[in-house]
Nanobody, 116 residues
Framework: VQLVESGGGLVQPGESLRLSCAAS????????MGWYRQAPGKPRELVAG???????NYADSVKGRFTISRDNGENTVYLQMNSLKPEDTAVYFC???????????WGAGTQVTVSS
């Protein structure tokens, strides 16, 4: 399984970014996809996740600002990030977890920097 992220960059506070993650390989049919982030000196944390059926969950810090969605036909997950804050600055990683095997796969990460 390969995960390729795109969409990171440098934005000012209050602006928006959209991250994409395309999955390829032996993905299977039952899996959860999500976005994690890791800021310098901090542990990796879950930002948002979405199941095969479309159920979503979010970190409290991003509720109401970020939206996760997926295109099952394209095996792609998106993270729409609005009203970005400096504390959202981090490397964002895409994750895919196969439910039947409990296998975890990670993308290489994409940098998001929010600064004026």
């Amino acid at each position: 399984v390969q995960l390729v992220e795109s969409g990171g960059g440098l934005v000012q506070p209050g602006e928006s970014l959209r991250l994409s993650c395309a999955a390829s390989g032996s993905i299977g049919n039952i899996y959860v996809m999500g976005w994690y982030r890791q800021a310098p000196g901090k542990p990796r944390e879950l930002v948002a996740g979405i199941s095969s059926s479309g159920s979503t969950n979010y970190a409290d810090s991003v509720k109401g600002r970020f939206t996760i969605s997926r295109d099952n036909g394209e095996n792609t997950v998106y993270l729409q990030m609005n009203s970005l804050k400096p504390e959202d600055t981090a490397v964002y990683f895409c994750n895919l977890r196969q439910i039947l095997t409990s296998s975890d796969y990670w993308g290489a990460g994409t940098q998001v920097t929010v600064s004026s």
